[in-house]
């Protein structure tokens, strides 16, 4: 989906198995960029918007995404759309659910510190090579070089919606326009497609996704405004 991944093995694992382990995690980002993408137009999701294919033809995978994607858009009062450009755009909870998936994955073979990094999409377990809890940087929306802050924790969920890579490209699904008032919205929780989900979603709400974020249980939050300023939850997990 043109997004660069990263991953960081950090157990003490022979060089075989860390090897297989990483295969094995690419393979499945590789499988859903293949079965998801929106630039693919053999994939499911094209095809099923196209009416190529029947969602009771559709793979187990697209079906649960797709229900899910519709139970995101009640609870986020419609500010998360799978429609929101008019055709079928499930990106914003795919890319996050399958990093979670593999990282699920990664826990269940016994790589139980790692840190899978899918174009800011964050998900990371256990602690870090040098034995301490990860560290995540959140980006600096004006200056791709700095953060603006940086959490800590050893089983993190870290999703970032963002406008300083494509410009303000999250649409107000009521309006149908792009959204305004916040220039990036990370939330932090403790799984990453609904994290990136909900990112997206207070991105599309504008200034008014600040107040929602508030009330999110389960969940923190970094919010960067156009205005240039920072405002976060009380609660976040930030490095000392």
Not at 91 to 106: E, F, H, N, P, T
Not at 210 to 220: A, E, I, K, R, T
Request: negative net charge; contains cysteine; aromatic residues 6%.
């Amino acid at each position: 989906m043109g997004t660069a991944i990263s991953l960081d093995l950090a157990d003490d694992l022979p060089a075989p198995e860390l090897d297989g382990l990483a295969g094995d995690a690419f393979a499945w980002l590789r499988e859903v960029d293949a079965r998801f993408s929106t630039y693919r137009a053999d994939s499911e999701v094209c095809r099923l918007d196209r009416g190529e294919l029947p969602l009771s033809a559709a793979g187990a995978d697209l079906r649960d995404v797709l229900a899910r994607c519709a139970e995101l858009w009640k609870v986020t009062d419609g500010f998360f759309d799978a429609y929101a450009t008019g055709r079928l755009d499930p990106s914003g909870y795919v890319k996050g659910w399958a990093v979670q998936v593999a990282s699920d994955r990664l826990l269940a073979a016994g790589a139980a510190n790692h840190c899978l990094n899918a174009g800011g999409d964050v998900r990371v377990r256990g602690r870090s090579h040098t034995g301490r809890p990860w560290r995540i940087g959140v980006r600096h929306p004006w200056d791709a070089m700095s953060t603006c802050l940086v959490l800590t924790g050893t089983d993190l969920a870290v999703a970032t919606s963002g406008v300083y890579e494509r410009g303000h490209h999250v649409l107000d699904p009521r309006r149908g326009v792009p959204a305004r008032g916040l220039r990036s919205v990370t939330v932090v929780g403790p799984d990453l497609g609904l994290a990136d989900a909900y990112a997206t979603a207070a991105a599309a709400m504008g200034p008014a996704g600040v107040g929602w974020l508030d009330g999110l249980p389960g969940h923190q939050h970094v919010v960067v405004t156009d205005d240039a300023r920072l405002l976060h939850s009380t609660a976040l997990p930030l490095a000392g």
